[in-house]
């Protein structure tokens, strides 16, 4: 299910992505046309913003599975307007598609919170390390195809994009809602208010946690390119949208090699070390990317980038699953998707906001900079992370009542 829900967001990713800047760069430059990327980011995240903690309680409290089937539901109608996108005249298209990116982050506020706990009660802890490997390399072999298929659809049009992602919704949708789930255990005794300051609170103190998702916030944030790369993919090296599809691709071709190994053979000492090394790693392989002009090179350097990101994901998920009581998980996971998304969408509005006075090049190297400072920064910041030796260490600490 998780596979052809990550499938069919990066094929909307791609259309979404090419569709705006096309249809900005008709009466825009280059600079504000990718200014354009950056407000689809923003317009996914403020959802996220405003929302991730009442879907971190919403996940703690109501039925998960219930959860996941009202948002796939939202997900297929957002994909049947983008469809009627096209058809519109261009003003009416940018706002069809920011309507849609909107009711989008709304989605990412429940679903991330509600999946990640349902996990937690379907997995043995004992199984968890490896089951995270699978689930992120079945994730990668999505995202490998996704932006492959989403490319070459859209030389017949956007639409065709939006309506097979919209078939694929639907499918991932009757499968949660056919799938045999733990029956959800409600809350006694919590307030909506309480349970939300217990959340913040719980990683506020947790300093291996906190270091671990506020790496992912601060280095994705400046460091992230996706936005930009329609840009790259026309004006810099020349590509149409098969090589947009490539570029997409590369970042996951990476990491779902490092998911295979992990998962064969995941990390078990000097976890610290690895985390705050792989983001070194990205650091210098997005520099790399911003200083390539020919396809080849820019995608191995996004694939290096990948695969660096694979190991910082692997390592902060199993953090959280392993430290992180089953009652709160998730209001921990809406936590770290606001962070996440933090990085992801409001990456993208900052790489726009970069390019527009830095151009594309420029923003990327910026970006590739911060995640080398950053490495070297969180040593100092958080040396608990750096220390954290072995996942197996990592004990369940228990929640702390709110006052």
């Known amino acids: 299910m998780r596979q052809l829900l990550s499938a069919a967001r990066q094929m909307q990713a791609v259309a979404i992505g090419w569709q705006v800047y096309d249809v900005a760069r008709q009466t825009r430059s280059v600079e504000e046309s990718a200014l354009m990327l950056g407000f689809v980011g923003l317009a996914m995240f403020a959802p996220v913003f405003f929302l991730s903690l009442l879907g971190g309680q919403a996940a703690d409290r109501l039925d998960r599975k219930l959860i996941l089937i009202v948002t796939n539901l939202i997900r297929v109608a957002c994909a049947i307007a983008l469809a009627i996108s096209p058809f519109q005249s261009g003003p009416v298209t940018l706002v069809i598609v920011f309507s849609a990116a909107t009711f989008l982050g709304v989605t990412h506020a429940f679903s991330p919170a509600a999946s990640s706990a349902l996990m937690a009660r379907i997995v043995p802890r004992d199984d968890m390390r490896q089951a995270i490997a699978w689930n992120s390399l079945g994730f990668q072999v999505a995202a490998i195809g996704g932006p492959a298929v989403g490319g070459l659809l859209y030389i017949i049009g956007p639409s065709t994009v939006y309506l097979v992602s919209a078939v694929m919704l639907v499918v991932a949708t009757v499968v949660i809602a056919t799938a045999r789930t733990p029956k959800h255990e409600k809350l006694e005794g919590h307030r909506g208010l309480s349970m939300v300051i217990e959340g913040l609170r719980y990683v506020r103190d947790n300093k291996v946690v906190l270091g671990a998702i506020s790496l992912d916030l601060v280095v994705v944030l400046f460091g992230g390119v996706t936005a930009l790369l329609p840009v790259f993919a026309r004006d810099v090296l020349h590509t149409d949208t098969v090589g947009l599809g490539l570029l997409r691709t590369a970042p996951a071709i990476g990491a779902g090699l490092i998911a295979f190994l992990l998962a064969v053979r995941p990390l078990t000492r000097r976890i610290g070390i690895w985390m705050l090394g792989a983001i070194g790693v990205y ?121």
């Open 283 to 403: 650091g210098v392989a997005m520099i790399g990317f911003a200083l390539s002009e020919v396809l080849i090179l820019s995608m191995i350097a996004l694939a290096v980038t990948g695969a660096a990101d694979m190991i910082s994901v692997f390592i902060r998920q199993s953090i959280i699953q392993l430290a992180t009581p089953i009652g709160m998980r998730g209001r921990v996971s809406a936590v770290e998707f606001i962070f996440i998304s933090a990085s992801n969408e409001l990456g993208e509005f900052e790489s726009g906001v970069a390019a527009r006075f830095m151009g594309p090049i420029g923003a990327v190297l910026l970006g590739g900079g911060m995640a080398l400072v950053t490495a070297a920064a969180w040593f100092r910041l958080f040396p608990q992370l750096a220390k954290t030796d072995a996942l197996d260490q990592i004990d369940e600490e228990p929640a702390k009542p709110s006052a």
